[in-house]
């Protein structure tokens, strides 16, 4: 049996399954960190300054910002602030996304929320400093809240948007921080689950797929099993990465289900599901409703 490291299963592992011809078998292991790795492309050298003039338009105003760690590590972001904000979002990066890589679509995708949006990389990814790997993840995600807070302003609600690999960090935070409301697009249930979705079915009789106990220890069906804060899970019908059976799953596990609202966007995969009208009217009014403090 063939032994392989992951960075993420993302290509790589099927590519090396393919070269094998399936003739032999495949144990792939995860290790804590490889979903945080640093990519080895380097960022457009204008992406902030072609982000701020993409921002002009909607009369926002992009600020860097940098924070420490609790061990020092600086991990830096983009605050984007709009007038008349009804909340404050933050957004949780999915596996190998990077502000430079994401930014411009994400700002397409808030331009009509009426909200601020805060934009950070993991550490040991984009624009964060360090080495990546789930220990530390709780504690850096704490301290972008705080720093959320801190630019938003106190008064406003602060909402998490996750999305894929993000569902698991801001729904396993919503644990000890609970936000006013909680957006999940493209959600994972766990990550064991997403990563044997990977493997093609005609594959399964071949690969093996082994994670550290770190990283099976994030679970949204526990993480999301007891809270109750509105929570917003979007999927896409054709998304083939995490399908809409997990947040079905996750709904199922709820305890406080009358909290949840599960959106399925027809025709779309996993890219793009907020950016389409139905799930942009349905983050408005989660928005709206977090305004207004409603609980559930």
């Given amino acids: 049996m063939k032994r392989l490291t992951s960075r993420g299963l993302r290509a790589t592992a099927l590519s090396s399954l393919l070269a094998l011809g399936l003739s032999a078998c495949t144990h792939i292991d995860v290790q804590d960190g490889d979903m945080f790795r640093r990519g080895q ?20 105003q992009l600020e860097r910002f940098s ?3 609790a061990d020092g590590t600086l991990l830096n972001g ?55 790997g789930t220990p530390q993840l709780r504690g850096d995600a704490s301290a972008i809240v705080a720093e959320a807070r801190r630019l938003g ?8 948007w996750g999305y894929s690999l993000g569902s698991l960090v801001s729904g396993h935070l919503s644990q000890e921080l609970p936000p006013q409301a909680l957006i999940l697009e493209g ?10 979705q990977r493997v093609p079915w ?27 804060r509105p929570t917003l899970l979007l999927a896409g019908e054709k998304d083939e990465t995490t399908p809409p059976r997990f947040s079905q799953d996750i709904l199922q596990h709820m305890q ?11 025709g779309v995969g996993h890219g793009g599901i907020a950016s389409t009208p139905l799930a942009q ?15 559930c």
Wanted: aromatic share 8%.
């Fill in 187 to 196: 959600s994972l249930t766990n990550a064991q689950d997403w990563a044997d």
């Fill in 281 to 295: 009217a349905a983050m408005i009014e989660a928005i709206k409703n977090a305004s207004l403090r409603k609980a």
């Fill in 78 to 132: 983009v605050f984007v602030r709009k007038p008349g904000a009804q909340a404050t979002l933050v957004y949780f990066q999915g596996a190998g996304n990077t502000i430079p890589k994401t930014i411009k679509g994400l700002l397409h995708t808030s331009a009509a929320l009426p909200a601020h949006l805060l934009l950070w990389d993991y550490r040991g990814t984009g624009l964060s400093e360090g080495q990546g």
């Fill in 67 to 69: 924070i420490k760690a």
């Fill in 202 to 228: 005609y594959a399964t009789p071949f690969v093996t797929v082994t994670l550290a106990d770190s990283v099976r220890a994030f679970d949204n069906r526990k993480a999301l099993q007891d809270l109750q």
């Fill in 153 to 160: 302003g106190e008064a406003l609600p602060l909402v998490y």
């Fill in 41 to 60: 492309a380097a960022p457009q050298d204008d992406w902030f300054g072609q982000a701020q003039a993409q921002a002009q338009g909607s009369a926002a």
């Fill in 256 to 266: 406080h289900r009358q909290c949840a609202t599960l959106v399925r966007v027809p």
